[in-house]
């Protein structure tokens, strides 16, 4: 088989950065008015009180300090709550094919690529705009690809999901140059009235190059790939078109982001360590063979936790970069934007790109310097 690389990689990142602290005021704001409104009912025992959240609060349970949003006025308003974006008509390109090709571009530029290059396009998000049509043909369109494209999702692992699916296409001879594309508005389905995940997520947009024989000088060769899911309820998003026609009134809290914290981190965690422990015993490698590991950007305990059962106690930061800091959680493009941002490999060396969540699914992309 032809060797395939992953030859080029860019991020879009929106104009709107939200600290912890604002975000703390906007939701403590509202804690206030809510505990107000509603102070018969809390008094006579009927509704809980809300508490309020802390930044003291955020950090230790996330290692996030901030966060990127495509609109920060409407979110931190407390009688709002989310962001709002005005609504584009059918013949406008959509707010996730926007961001989209502005991240291949950068992308198509770092693999020394022109979109007249690549055979298909495939857009892999948790979070998808719509049904149809597919967010991949419209940015193809917009790009004026040849060849085909279409749209996946498989939660927060779908970046790596959908470049094992370009890898396993460009293998079986459907194409040879593939973008793949993880444009993440996670804002709009995060709960920004609930203490436990108002800080959780940020919007970004993904994109890399997937191609055989590159020529790019920033290729990283695609040595294997591992992939596997469980099902689980305790990360879940009830929000699509059926809603429509279920017998049941939905308040809006309902459709938006929901987990059960403690739960997924005591039975995903497990499950990535040995993953990735797996994959590299299947390549005749040990867990001190890898130079770097891009994990998933959910949480920074969830992330040491994985690299100390891979590496032990004392590891270099560098082995693992975190991005929380800045960009929070941002759906399935965290692994990448690590691996765009802070990638310090040599010729030779070799690092694991691994995401995971909601399913439970996991991916994990060996990669070597080129």
Not at 2 to 16: A, E, F, L, N, R
Request: net charge negative.
């Amino acid at each position: 088989m032809q060797d395939i690389y992953i030859s080029g990689t860019g991020v879009w990142t929106p104009p709107y950065k939200v600290s912890n602290d604002e975000l703390v005021e906007s939701f403590n704001s509202y804690v206030e008015i809510y505990n107000k409104d509603n102070s018969q009912q809390i008094a006579d025992g009927s509704m809980e009180a809300l508490e309020p959240s802390s930044t003291e609060f955020i950090v230790k349970a996330s290692g996030i300090k901030n966060r990127y949003v495509i609109d920060k006025d409407s979110l931190l308003n407390p009688r709002i709550m989310k962001p709002i974006i005005e609504a584009r008509a059918d013949d406008s390109l959509s707010l996730c094919a926007e961001i989209s090709v502005l991240a291949a571009n950068q992308a198509l530029e770092n693999a020394r690529l022109n979109a007249s290059d690549i055979d298909a396009v495939i857009v892999s998000t948790a979070n998808l705009q719509r049904a149809y049509p597919a967010i991949a043909i419209e940015v193809q369109n917009e790009l004026g690809i040849e060849g085909y494209a279409y749209d996946m999702m498989v939660g927060c692992s779908s970046t790596t999901f959908g470049i094992s699916n370009a890898y396993s296409d460009i293998a079986s001879g459907k194409a040879s140059k593939i973008l793949v594309i993880n444009p993440e508005i996670t804002s709009a389905h995060n709960n920004y009235k609930s203490r436990d995940s108002h800080f959780i997520f940020g919007d970004v947009c993904t994109a890399a190059v997937i191609e055989k024989n590159s020529t790019s000088p920033n290729k990283f060769k695609i040595l294997s790939t591992k992939l596997k899911t469980q099902f689980s309820n305790n990360i879940r998003n009830n929000f699509g078109f059926m809603n429509a026609i279920e017998n049941k009134d939905y308040t809006e809290q309902e459709l938006l982001f929901v987990q059960n914290g403690r739960s997924v981190f005591k039975e995903v965690m497990p499950m990535v360590a040995s993953l990735i422990t797996d994959h590299l015993q299947e390549n005749n490698l040990a867990p001190q063979d890898i130079e770097q590991y891009w994990l998933h950007q959910a949480n920074i305990n969830m992330n040491t936790y994985v690299v100390k059962k891979l590496l032990g106690d004392d590891f270099p930061p560098e082995r693992a970069p975190n991005v929380l800091e800045e960009y929070a959680n941002t759906g399935s493009a965290g692994s990448l934007i690590s691996f765009h941002k802070y990638n310090h490999l040599k010729p030779g060396q070799k690092g694991i790109i691994c995401s995971f969540g909601a399913g439970y699914s996991i991916c994990s992309i060996l990669v070597e310097k080129k």
